[in-house]
């Protein structure tokens, strides 16, 4: 049985706390997300849902409370964040291509270095990922040479080439045209 079937959560949040200073951003946030479950988070702009997703991906810390990644307590401050972070594909509003590598490199580059899979077969699933999403021309290709929609589908094809545990996705259309939607 899978975590969907058993009811048995992929991520759990309990009474999750974030401050800046004085300014409450998340206050006391609870949440399970099953396998294979879409969740949407929906709220005006500052409302803390990329404040949500960065500490998930333990890029903000919390100030308390409990984060759960497939029965791992990641907001244990001993944990090894890199770790946790390799079984997490994220894309966010800004999707940090590396400037000086090809689209193929960019999107190869955590599965060759972090996940140690082998060049050719992370050159193939990129490749066949890209030619998913209508960019097979551009592995050559760097950045900069892309719209921001091209740029944010490849970073997509980044996050899940690995196939990661969970998919951190935060405003992934804002640069894509309707249509590829």
Do not use: C, W
Request: proline residues 4%; charged residues 25%.
């Amino acid at each position: 049985m899978n975590d969907a079937q058993t009811g048995e959560s992929i991520l759990s949040l309990r009474g999750v706390r974030r401050s800046y200073g004085d300014h409450h951003v998340l206050q006391g946030i609870d949440l399970d997300v099953s396998a294979h479950e879409v969740v949407a988070l929906i709220g005006a702009s500052g409302s803390g849902k990329s404040t949500l997703l960065r500490t998930v991906n333990l890029l903000e810390p919390i100030d308390d409370g409990v984060i759960v990644l497939a029965g791992e307590d990641i907001s244990d401050p001993r944990v090894d964040a890199d770790r946790v972070r390799s079984r997490i594909g994220a894309v966010f509003q800004h999707y940090n291509l590396f400037p000086h590598l090809s689209v193929l490199d960019n999107v190869t580059l955590a599965a060759r270095l972090v996940h140690r899979m082998p060049r050719a077969e992370a050159e193939r699933r990129a490749t066949e990922l890209l030619a998913a999403i209508g960019l097979e021309g551009f592995a050559g290709s760097f950045p900069d040479r892309l719209s921001g929609g091209q740029q944010q589908r490849v970073a997509i094809v980044r996050a899940v080439l690995t196939e990661p545990e969970l998919l951190l996705l935060d405003e992934i259309t804002s640069a894509l045209d309707p249509e590829l939607v």
